[in-house]
Every structure is written in C-alpha cells, then in structure tokens.
C-alpha cells in the first residue's frame, strides 16, 4: 500500500525500515512512523507545528472538550463502513480522533495516517500504535491507487486529485469544518462584531455528497489555561492584534458553542 515518494515502486517493510524495489530506504523513528516527505515537497525547513504547540493541542483534546465531535466520527464511520475496513487519516495531527474511531470499532480496522509535522507524527504514533504513520504532504499521498474505503480530513488541508486517486470506488471521503457557530462565544470575547462561519463543504470531482451533519455541542473551558490552548489552535490566533486577544486574559472561564460541519462524498463507482 505505502510507495516510494522517490520512484512511486511499492515500499515492502524490513524490521526498522522501509525499502522499494530500486533500493531507496526509509528508517522508522523509534515511534514507529517513517518519514517519506522529500526536501523538495517542503514549504519550509521544518513544516508542521512547533512542539509547544502540539502539546497544547494534545492536552486540550484529551481533556475531552471535542469529544462530542469524536462520537460523531466514529458513528458515521460505522454507519458506512463494515469491519475491518481500510482507513485514512490524512492529517492525523495528535491522533485524538483517529484514536476515538479506532477505539471504537474494536481494533479491527487497518489504518494509516499522514501528517506534513514530525512532531504531529511522532505524538500520533504514540497514541495509535496500531497505525502505520508517515510524515507525508496530502498533495503527494504515499499511497497505490484504490487503497482506502476511506478517508477522514479533519480541519486539514484537502487534496481532490490525490483523494479520488486513492480511494476505492465506492469508497468515502469524511471531511470536518467548522460550522456557522463554531466557538461564537469564543470570538464574541475578542471581537466587536463577531461573524459565523461559512458553510461550503469540499470541491470533489469524482465523488458524490451522501450526507451532511453538523454535530453541536456546548463546552465549559474551566479556566485561562483552557481558553489559551483553544484559542491557540484557531486561525484566529495569528491575525488578530495583541490589544483584542488580550481581552482573554480578563476571563476566568468561558462557555461557547462548538459546532462541527461534517460532510461524507461517496467515490462514483466505475463503471
């Protein structure tokens, strides 16, 4: 299933490596993931999240707050999919939700996961140590044609031509937005005139929309620490003026909406 991101030869696995037919090897991190993102497919010296960032991250999910959404996952997974089944997780970030649906469906499934961060990658296969994870850009997925019966994308970067390549036909897309609230409360703290979000789903030629849903929620974050570590993985974070972000700090706590847009497309089946 994995190829080579040099010569595109399948990738057959050798205790601590991974070599392809014309000799190109990759070494598995003591983790257990491997890193197939070539130099030239990088944006930056060291793409993905800096390290402080995804502890952030990992802590606040696994407190739970977005659990709701990790329900919501795991249940349209199974409403679609039998056991055991070929899934995707292309931006597997901390791994809380690929964790949640494996977790869910007993184990029984074989899951691959993606992320552009090492560090992502590194906490990932820590928590799902029964998924092969790759450092990987979703743009160039290390994946043979028809591998998957599905792929999850969850606040993550899509890529419709790598997506239709690799997964079955018949096979499904799950993808995860934020919906019109979505942290309302949240943005009405900072802003004076707080907005909703749009709701316009994926652009995916090949496949065809099954279903829509969005999954709410009402969240209590318990204190500053809390606030900060959300707000901290919102876009808004990085575009909004120190003075406004400030306005956080006066908050002891905050309750705020949490509103999910999941969308499931069906690959068309050939014909």
């Not at 497919?41 to 606040?60: C, H, I, L």
């Not at 249940?75 to 997780?89: A, G, N």
């Not at 964790?99 to 552009?116: E, M, V």
Request: one cysteine or more; charged letters at 30%.
């Amino acid at each position: 299933m994995l190829v080579c991101p040099v010569c595109g030869s399948p990738l057959q696995k050798e205790e601590r490596k991974y070599v392809c037919g014309n000799g190109h090897a990759f070494d598995m991190a003591k983790e257990g993931y491997v890193n197939l993102l070539l130099s030239n497919q990088k944006r930056s010296a060291e793409p993905g999240d800096p390290k402080e960032s995804v502890r952030s991250r990992k802590e606040f999910l696994d407190a739970g707050y977005y659990e709701s959404l990790a329900k919501g996952i795991a249940r349209i997974v199974t409403e679609v999919l039998p056991e055991p089944s070929k899934i995707l997780d292309a931006g597997v970030g901390t791994g809380y939700y690929l964790s949640y649906l494996t977790n869910a469906r007993g184990h029984k499934d074989i899951c691959h996961a993606i992320d552009i961060g090492k560090e992502e990658c590194r906490v990932s296969a820590k928590k799902v140590k029964e998924a092969q994870i790759a450092v990987a850009s979703v743009f160039r997925l290390p994946y043979s044609d028809s591998s998957f019966d599905l792929v999850m994308s969850v606040f993550t970067p899509y890529a419709p031509e790598e997506f239709l390549r690799v997964v079955k036909p018949g096979g499904y897309v799950l993808a995860v937005q934020p919906g019109k609230r979505h942290l309302y409360e949240l943005k009405a703290a900072v802003y004076d005139c707080p907005y909703e979000n749009e709701e316009k789903g994926y652009d995916l030629p090949g496949f065809t929309l099954v279903k829509t849903e969005n999954v709410i929620d009402r969240i209590r974050l318990k204190d500053h620490d809390a606030i900060m570590a959300l707000w901290n993985m919102t876009p808004y974070a990085h575009k909004t003026s120190r003075k406004d972000a400030a306005k956080l700090d006066e908050l002891p706590y905050l309750d705020t909406t949490t509103d999910f847009y999941v969308s499931l497309y069906q690959k068309e089946a050939s014909e």
